[in-house]
């Protein structure tokens, strides 16, 4: 059974740094599009960052460009989440995620084919 299981968030002051991982399994993801994405309370699902699958491409939110940086390790099976800089409105719930199709992750949420359980992340000011 394929299986996404994210680690690493916790509540952290504003400015501060943590890293999120999403380690895979069930099945390789190596030849698969991976991506982060967060909800806040009340809120809708939103994407975060995606990268391919060679890890050669990348693609960010707006409001994490700069701050935010996704990384991969196929042979790991894993894909990572540096959040530095961390502001108040950072505070989510962080989904991992996986397709096949880069743009999926990238504009279609609803499509998505695998997510993880979520971490939270948790800013304080």
């Known amino acids: 059974q394929e299986q996404l299981v994210e680690s690493g968030g916790g509540l952290v002051q504003a400015g501060g740094s943590l890293r999120l991982s999403c380690a895979a399994s069930?099945?390789?993801?190596?030849?698969?599009?991976m991506g982060w994405f967060r909800q806040a309370p009340g809120k809708e699902r939103d994407f975060v960052a995606a990268?391919?699958?060679?890890?050669?491409?990348?693609y960010y939110a707006d409001s994490v460009k700069g701050r935010f940086t996704i990384s991969r390790d196929n042979a790991k099976n894993t894909v990572y989440l540096q959040l530095n800089s961390l502001k108040p409105e950072d505070t989510a719930v962080y989904y991992c995620?996986?397709?096949?199709?880069?743009?999926?992750?990238?504009?279609?949420?609803?499509?998505?084919?695998?997510w993880g359980q979520g971490t939270q992340v948790t800013v304080s000011s």
């Open positions: 995620a996986a397709d096949q199709r880069y743009g999926t992750i990238v504009s279609m949420t609803s499509k998505v084919a695998y």
């Open positions: 069930g099945r390789t993801f190596s030849n698969y599009a």
């Open positions: 990268i391919n699958w060679m890890g050669g491409s990348a």
